[in-house]
Nanobody, 119 residues
């Protein structure tokens, strides 16, 4: 069984920084794309950033230049460094990964971590 466990959310003031992490564990053969999504109150879930196994990244226009996604393949972990945070970044952040177990690839999601940007 595969699990994604997020950590690092919390409360931060506008302009501050926060890093969230997501570690995958279980019977993993390989992890392809990993990424972060978020859902703000009253809004649809949206893609924040994604990273391929090889390290290519893409991110939403709203976070470009402020957020950086990275990963450590040896640790099956993806990170999201968030700088210059704004109140509109307040949301539950979800980790996503496309993971191969023996003979099967499927999408997995973390349980979500709350990020609140407020003074």
């Amino acid at each position: 069984q595969v699990q994604l466990v997020e950590s690092g959310g919390g409360l931060v003031q506008p302009g501050g920084s926060l890093r969230v992490s997501c570690a995958a564990s279980g019977s993993i053969v390989r992890i392809d794309n990993m990424g972060w999504y978020r859902r703000a109150p009253g809004k649809e879930r949206e893609l924040v950033a994604v990273i391929t196994r090889g390290g290519s990244t893409n991110s939403a226009d709203s976070v470009k230049g402020r957020f950086t996604i990275s990963r450590d393949n040896a640790k099956n972990t993806v990170y999201l460094q968030m700088n210059s945070l704004k109140p509109e970044d307040t949301a539950v952040y979800y980790c996503h990964a496309n993971i191969w177990t023996v003979g099967l690839a499927r999408d997995y999601w973390g349980q979500g971590t709350q990020v609140t940007v407020s003074s």
